[in-house]
């Protein structure tokens, strides 16, 4: 089939799954992309871009886009008709939390509901995120002086889905396993943004140095523009410990760098599905993630009990205890690589094809 794809934020887990799927599907893709940047603009202005660039949308069989754009406007501006269209949603407006200072923006939100409408499918990255966004849609719509529109609510219910998105990390276990190094390595390989609370990462690791703790850091993960001030300042006060600080562009060196971890850890306070922990423990790490958000899907149940926690006092007592005696467990680590295999696009890739499938046959 003849797929078109548009994706208007193509960075992160944007890109990574927008290359994935075109590189993996037996489908023919077209990617159609902007930059990730000024995402509330994307939002209202990446239909109009789009529109002009694509000279005949109603020649492919298929469209796919996330959730970054309004799919309403696009089909609407479809003047020869619009194929049958897919929205995926890595994130949306009604739950993303909201930056020190900042008011939500309602029409935003509105702007997912009408997308997911437009959509003759709509699928999310985790059962986490589907049930997240049917909890917010009530309230929203009940913000509305009058003529509230709950119905919506049923009908893109009816057409919705969970599909987890596929991670670019090998199939097999082959080079995912190996010895690790000493002292051990913590990894962070999250976005230098708020919603992943870096100062809470920080504020462990000097507790564990502060107990006489022998590790070393890699600060991984993709920086914009305004970068938090906790990194600088965390930089100079972890000093000679920090093997490594900034974004690993190249991948294979990134997975290089996973491989040498021991622990991964994750102080997110907005996780929809976590590409970064499950690509830390595929290669090894053993990932220390508060027990909320998508964690406890992702992370199998028998593994709770090691790798998810409850308060800071908790994180900071489990960091302690793998950096004490890493080797201990080295069994946990293994368990949870094999199982992160599952995701490797290899893996993920035929639901995918047989949803854009479905979408045509009906």
Not at 50 to 76: H, N, T, V, W
Request: aromatic residues 14%; glycine residues 6%; charged residues 25%.
């Amino acid at each position: 089939m003849k797929l078109l794809f548009l994706e208007p934020f193509y960075g992160g887990s944007h890109r990574d799954f927008a290359d994935g799927l075109c590189r993996y599907s037996r489908h023919e893709i077209a990617l159609y992309t902007l930059p990730d940047r000024f995402w509330k603009w994307r939002m209202r202005g990446a239909a109009l871009h789009f529109i002009k660039q694509i000279p005949a949308p109603e020649a492919y069989d298929a469209i796919i886009c996330s959730g970054l754009m309004s799919l309403s406007d696009f089909r609407a501006l479809c003047v020869n008709g619009c194929p049958p269209a897919l929205v995926y949603f890595h994130e949306n407006q009604l739950t993303y939390p909201l930056a020190p200072g900042e008011a939500r923006d309602l029409h935003f939100g509105f702007t997912d509901i009408t997308t997911a409408l437009a959509a003759d499918r709509v699928l999310f990255n985790s059962k986490t995120h589907f049930q997240a966004f049917f909890d917010h849609i009530p309230e929203l719509l009940r913000k509305m002086p009058d003529f509230k529109p709950l119905w919506v609510i049923d009908q893109i219910l009816e057409k919705s889905g969970v599909c987890s998105p596929g991670c670019w990390f090998p199939e097999s276990d082959d080079g995912c396993l190996q010895k690790k190094q000493e002292p051990p390595l913590v990894i962070w390989n999250h976005r230098w943004e708020f919603d992943k609370q870096p100062e809470i990462f920080f504020a462990a690791l000097e507790q564990a140095a502060g107990s006489g703790l022998d590790f070393e850091v890699a600060v991984l993960g993709y920086a914009y523009e305004k970068v938090p001030p906790v990194f600088e300042a965390a930089c100079t006060r972890l000093g000679s410990r920090i093997r490594h600080f900034g974004y690993v562009k190249d991948r294979s060196e990134y997975q290089r760098w996973l491989a040498r971890g021991s622990v991964a850890i994750s102080t997110a306070i907005q996780e929809n599905f976590g590409i970064s922990m499950v690509e830390a423990a595929r290669f090894g790490c053993l990932p220390l993630a508060p027990n909320r958000l998508v964690y406890p899907e992702i992370i199998p149940e028998e593994m709770h009990f090691a790798c998810l926690y409850d308060s800071f006092e908790q994180l900071v007592e489990r960091l302690c205890n793998v950096l004490e005696n890493p080797r201990a467990y080295e069994i946990h680590r293994r368990h949870l690589a094999r199982h992160m295999g599952q995701y490797a696009w290899e893996q993920r890739i035929e639901e995918f094809d047989r949803e854009a499938g479905f979408l045509i046959c009906g």
